[in-house]
């Protein structure tokens, strides 16, 4: 664990989170990767740069937002700690519900093609959480159980976050793992797909199930939770997963009638 990357000596101290290096590095491989499939599928680079950026603002507030409700006892204390990002404190599907609204709205406000486009952006979100975990497991944040796994990590750094000088499961690692397949699995999902917003729904549906495949067995903890013994991130991806497989059958019955017609499905 390595919270603190660097301190800039004549900018008073000012302390460089690896935490924040990291998803720095996470949005701009996402990017690139956006922009690489705009060129590759005959869209607008700068457009989906663009979108890219909004995508990042919206997430960032998302995410944040959702986590201070999560948490609101404290934050209604101490009101100030809510614009503290230093120790983590970040939900994804805040983020997501926060990325999705705002492409929407830009999309249909640049006349983008919408499931074309979340399609192709698609892929990036788990590219841009191989690196985020990472970020996680250097601030110690989202960290798992007490384990005697030989993989199993001991955190002893005062600036972290994690549970200290007792080994526990790496979920930050297995988050960053399964981001990497998810993405994998995306973009050659991307190569064969049949009807537009397949990679989309797919990515909700994979998502879904991976986190849930981390969140319950080995993440340590407090993180909330809807109802008595269910997690919020759990209580949240239960409506994603749903979401994902309502779009996947709905858009692909959509394509095939419009494919028997002889028509075009709308994008």
């Known amino acids: ?13 000012l302390t460089v989170h690896t935490y924040g290096v990291l998803l720095a590095v996470g949005f701009l491989a996402g990017a690139t990767f956006c922009v690489h499939q705009a060129r590759r599928y005959g869209e607008n680079p700068q457009q989906l740069l663009d979108l890219s950026f909004y995508i990042l603002i919206a997430a960032i507030l998302g995410s944040r937002l959702y986590y201070v409700l999560i948490e609101w006892d404290y934050y209604a204390r101490y009101p100030l700690q809510i614009l503290n990002f230093t120790r983590g404190g970040l939900v994804f599907y ?7 609204l705002t492409s929407i709205f830009f999309m249909r406000r640049w006349k983008m093609p919408v499931w074309r486009t979340c399609d192709l952006m698609a892929p990036a979100v788990p590219l841009g959480i191989v690196f985020g975990r990472l970020g996680c497991f250097a601030a110690g944040c989202c960290y798992g159980r007490p384990t005697d796994v030989p993989w199993a990590v001991v955190f002893n750094n005062p600036d972290g976050i994690a549970t200290r000088g007792i080994p526990i499961h790496p979920t930050q690692i297995y988050a960053s793992l399964d981001g990497l397949v998810l993405f994998v699995a995306l973009v050659i999902l991307q190569r064969y797909k049949r009807f537009h917003g397949q990679v989309f729904s797919a990515f909700l549906i994979g998502y879904a199930i991976l986190r849930y495949a981390i969140e319950e067995p080995f993440r340590g903890g407090e993180r909330g939770a809807a109802v008595e013994g269910i997690s919020v991130s ?3 991806g239960v409506p994603v997963l749903l979401v994902g497989v309502a779009l996947m059958l709905f858009l692909g019955y959509r394509a095939r009638a419009a494919r028997s017609s002889g028509t075009a499905a709308h994008p």
């Open 234 to 236: 759990v209580a949240t």
């Open 94 to 100: 805040g983020g997501a519900i926060g990325a999705i």
């Open 1 to 13: 664990m390595h919270p603190n990357l660097f301190e800039i000596p004549f900018l008073g101290g």
